[in-house]
């Protein structure tokens, strides 16, 4: 709608489940705070902003491809 952007980010990528199958031990120790950061943020400003933005992530798949599917929604005051 007018009252919003919507920004879609999609990776074609092997998609979150097949990357989490393929972790090394090692690896799944440590703590990713990629997500944990952008969920802080987000959260800061929809208490500044009253809700206006919202981020959702999701798996993609089209066709023959897999990946990762990211939608960020700004809304106007």
Do not use: H, P
């Amino acid at each position: 709608t007018s009252n919003e952007i919507t920004i879609t980010i999609t990776d074609d990528g092997i998609g979150r489940a097949q990357s989490k199958a393929l972790k090394t031990q090692n690896q799944k120790k440590q703590t990713s705070t990629g997500m944990g950061n952008i969920k802080k943020r987000v959260s800061i400003l929809n208490e500044m902003y009253k809700d206006k933005v919202d981020v959702v992530v999701s798996n993609y798949k089209a066709l023959e491809d897999t990946g990762t599917k990211v939608v960020v929604t700004l809304k106007k005051y």
